[in-house]
């Protein structure tokens, strides 16, 4: 069974910074891409991208948090990592972590979540 798990969130005043971690564990063979989703209070309905990367190392931002965030990878570790930076208190939110991992078949699996929550 594969797990990813979160840390890293928090309360930070705007304008401050964040690093969440994503590490993943279990029988894995390889990971291609990895990613951050986003959840905001009250929009229960649908995650939002922050930002994604495939094993080779290029990434995809959500136009929402482009230049403010930056997302790398530890492929020895099975780990990624989100720094995000200029936080504003519209990125509150659940960030979700998920992988497409191939573990005898090729599935995604995806983190419980953690709590970022930006102050004004």
């Known amino acids: 069974q594969v797990q990813l798990v979160e840390s890293g969130g928090g309360l930070v005043q705007a304008g401050g910074s964040l690093r969440l971690s994503c590490a993943a564990s279990g029988t894995i063979f390889s990971i291609d891409s990895m990613g951050w989703y986003r959840q905001a209070p009250g929009n229960q309905r649908e995650r939002e991208l922050v930002?994604?990367?495939?094993?080779?190392?290029?990434?995809n931002y959500g136009d929402s948090v482009r230049g403010r965030v930056t997302i790398s990878r530890d492929n020895t570790k099975n780990t990624v990592y989100l720094q995000m930076n200029s936080l504003k208190p519209e990125d509150t939110a659940v960030y979700y972590c998920?992988?497409?991992?191939?573990?005898?078949?090729?599935?995604?699996?995806w983190g419980q979540g953690t709590q970022v929550t930006v102050s004004s």
């Open positions: 998920h992988g497409w991992v191939v573990d005898g078949y090729r599935r995604i699996y």
């Open positions: 930002a994604t990367i495939t094993s080779s190392g290029n990434t």
